[in-house]
């Protein structure tokens, strides 16, 4: 049972526009949410997190936003680079994060010049 | 963060041979964790290695297969054993931290492992 769920396996966009990328899960213990991104041949890198107390982390270019009650997040990159192409993951965990994580299956993103 | 240096990169493996993969942190951590991502899915998690104690295993992951080591606070090796094709996989170590004021999680860059 895949408890977080990412389910557009890729997604393509202009250089300059915004990059929606969506993360629903289903088990209402998660409490803390991360999104990675991965090039190829590398490890994951931490991207950005929010906890279940707010609805909303900005950093720079990208944003998450959290709605509970629709057990769904996504991660807001404005304006996307060629450099942010990349599979992005999603991921949940309990107990503030401080357990281990759950993943989605990731979307790749493409960013076109 | 933690800086992660997982060896080996890559290997092409034998059926029924096993594989080590090392994994060395640049400082300190109590809990390191193994996760594997199989072609086309999410990261899953092996098992939680603690120091001093026996690695944690998740559902469907068995010691045997997977024997862990954990000698001090910035080492940890996987093996896996007896390796089939089914074993073909990125495995990557990953330690808990501290990334934008809250918990995040450094990986390694991943062992891309293929058996034939």
């Known amino acids: 049972d895949q408890q977080v769920k990412q389910n557009s396996p890729s997604l393509s966009v202009q250089e300059g526009r915004i990059s929606i990328l969506n993360c629903d899960y289903t088990?209402?213990?998660?409490?803390?949410f991360l999104w990675y991104k991965k090039y190829p041949a590398e490890g994951p890198t931490f991207l950005i997190s929010?906890?279940?107390?707010?609805d909303k982390n900005e950093d720079g270019r990208f944003t998450v936003f959290l709605n509970k009650s629709a057990k769904h997040l996504s991660l807001h990159i404005v304006p996307s680079q060629p450099g942010d192409s990349a599979v992005y993951f999603c991921?949940?965990?309990?107990?503030?994060?401080?357990?281990?994580?759950?993943f989605g299956k990731g979307t790749k993103l493409t960013v076109n010049p | 963060s933690a800086v992660i240096s997982q060896k080996p990169s890559r290997d092409i493996c034998q059926r029924g041979t096993s594989l080590t993969i090392q994994c060395q942190v640049d400082s300190q951590v109590t809990m390191m964790f193994w996760y594997r991502q199989q072609p086309g899915q999410s990261l899953t998690l092996i098992a939680t290695?603690?120091?001093?104690?026996?690695?944690?295993?998740e559902s469907g992951f068995v010691i045997d297969k997977f024997p862990i080591s954990r000698p001090n606070l910035t080492f940890s090796t996987l093996t896996v054993s007896n390796m089939s094709p089914e074993d073909s996989s990125i495995y990557l170590c990953?330690?808990?931290?501290?990334?934008?004021?809250?918990?995040?999680?450094?990986f390694g860059s991943g062992t891309r492992l293929t058996v034939v």
């Open positions: 991921a949940a965990s309990v107990q503030g994060g401080s357990e281990k994580l759950v």
């Open positions: 290695a603690n120091q001093g104690s026996e690695a944690t295993y």
């Open positions: 929010i906890s279940s107390i707010k």
């Open positions: 088990n209402s213990m998660f409490d803390y």
């Open positions: 990953s330690v808990l931290g501290r990334e934008g004021g809250g918990y995040g999680y450094t």
